[in-house]
């Protein structure tokens, strides 16, 4: 196969070195950080100190439009972080302050989701326990509550959002600006599969999640939502403290299976959200018992019931039981998960119990949040 010309590391910097900042150019203050560039896919940091934020925004067009402009490239993403030092590096995870979410790029751009009422994370200590399952179905039923919804799928080791919603295609812009993002089954959604090809190694994306989040946020058209749900990535590492840290989240669920011992990755989940100061809303205990296809027979799984109790152990709510079931697998591995392909069954009835209850809290949550009076950042 002929390969497309390749655009390396230097060619961008050499290009880059035409964006100035007041008397000298970025590349020569050390202002361009994390560059990562992948089958024409340029990712990038533009670094101002934080008194600047916002206010760089002329420069990282600029440089998000050389780059654009080289041989080679296929699309450039160019996000502004602010750090104290230029040249240092945001490990800041443990510092974190609790004042809401100051960091990096969004504290710089303002608020993120401007239209969105509130955020709500669908998070799990480990991968394979139906999170996206969960998630969809969650978001389908909050919309059937009479709710605008939209589904941000910040997985980026598997975004599987748009094949459940039945999407394909890829998203386009209307002004010329921002995208556009698609829409499933009236769900609006945006996924990192979008942003990050599925090619790209797994080792690749970790450090592309700060900014392809910021994009999937800042750059997309949401309009008005009441709720937009993140399926976030499967664990509790640095990758989903810094989404955590970054998205602001009104609060989070976690989605456990019975056998999982790893109920002590739930409680993982749990410490993490109460780190960044994000409620945990509940937990929903996922392929919690098996109903036999023929009989309808009803049989517990090998300690079922795990999540109920971690949760009354470290007094989180128990939301809910969701059966192990094959229409639960089909419908929404094909695009049409159970809650909108069997609206009035049991599965959808308790996915739509879970989510109004989900929905109380939230409220609750928004609530509490205005009552504390709201200390604005300069
Ligand atoms: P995760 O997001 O936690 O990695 P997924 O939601 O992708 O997990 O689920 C993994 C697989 O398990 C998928 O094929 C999904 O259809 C299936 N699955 C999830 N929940 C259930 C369930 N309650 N019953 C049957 N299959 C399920």
Same mark, same amino acid.
């Given at each position: 196969m002929t390969q497309v010309s390749q655009v390396s590391e230097d060619q961008i910097l050499n290009a880059l070195k035409s964006v100035m900042d007041g008397d000298s150019d970025i590349v020569s203050k050390?202002?361009?950080?994390? %560059?990562?560039?992948?089958?024409?896919?340029?990712?990038? /940091?533009?670094?101002?100190?934080?008194?600047?934020? /916002?206010?760089? *925004?002329?420069? &990282?067009?600029?440089?998000?439009?050389?780059?654009?402009? %080289? #041989?080679?490239?296929? +699309?450039?993403?160019v996000v502004l972080t602010a750090e104290? *030092?230029?040249?240092?590096?945001?490990? #800041?995870h443990a510092g974190h302050d609790h004042s809401g979410h100051s960091h990096g790029a969004p504290a710089a751009?303002?608020? %993120? !989701?401007?239209?969105?009422? +509130?955020?709500?994370?669908? /998070? =799990?200590?480990k991968g394979g326990v139906g999170k996206s399952t969960t998630a969809v179905?969650?978001?389908?039923?909050?919309?059937?509550?009479? !709710?605008?919804?939209? !589904?941000l799928d910040a997985d980026i080791y598997g975004p599987s959002q748009p094949r459940m919603l039945g999407i394909s295609g890829e998203p386009q812009s209307s002004d010329g600006q921002t995208l556009d993002p698609m829409e499933g089954h009236g769900i609006k959604c945006m996924s990192m599969?979008? %942003?990050? #090809? *599925? *090619?790209?190694?797994?080792?690749? &994306?970790?450090?592309?999640?700060?900014?392809a989040l910021v994009q999937m946020m800042r750059d997309i058209n949401w309009g008005t939502l009441d709720v937009v749900v993140v399926d976030m990535p499967p664990g509790t590492g640095d990758v989903q403290l810094t989404m955590a840290q970054q998205v602001p989240l009104t609060g989070a669920v976690i989605v456990s299976t019975p056998q999982d011992m790893a109920l002590l990755d739930a409680r993982k989940g749990l410490n993490m959200f109460r780190q960044v100061d994000v409620p945990v809303l509940g937990i929903i205990e996922n392929m919690s018992y098996f109903s036999c296809p023929h009989c309808g027979e009803r049989s517990d799984i090998f300690s079922h019931g795990g999540a109920k109790k971690e949760a009354e152990t470290v007094g989180m709510e128990f939301l809910g039981e969701i059966p192990l079931d094959m229409q639960i697998r089909e419908? =929404?591995?094909?695009?049409?998960?159970?809650?909108? +392909?069997?609206? #009035?069954?049991?599965?959808?009835?308790?996915?739509?119990?879970? /989510?109004? &209850?989900?929905?109380?809290?939230t409220e609750a949550a928004l609530q509490a949040k205005a009552a504390s009076a709201p200390r604005i950042l300069q």
């Open positions: 050390g202002m361009v950080q994390g %560059l990562q560039v992948q089958d024409g896919h340029v990712v990038m /940091a533009v670094v101002v100190p934080p008194s600047v934020g /916002a206010k760089a *925004e002329p420069i &990282r067009k600029e440089a998000e439009k050389v780059v654009h402009g %080289l #041989d080679g490239v296929l +699309s450039a993403t104290n *030092e230029p040249g240092g590096h945001n490990h #800041d751009e303002g608020p %993120l !989701l401007p239209g969105v009422k +509130s955020i709500i994370a669908v /998070a =799990s200590g179905n969650l978001a389908l039923a909050l919309q059937s509550l009479g !709710l605008k919804v939209g !589904l599969g979008f %942003l990050v #090809d *599925e *090619e790209t190694p797994i080792i690749w &994306r970790g450090p592309m999640v700060q900014t419908t =929404s591995d094909g695009g049409n998960p159970v809650v909108i +392909s069997d609206p #009035d069954g049991a599965h959808a009835v308790a996915y739509k119990t879970i /989510a109004k &209850r989900i929905w109380e809290k």
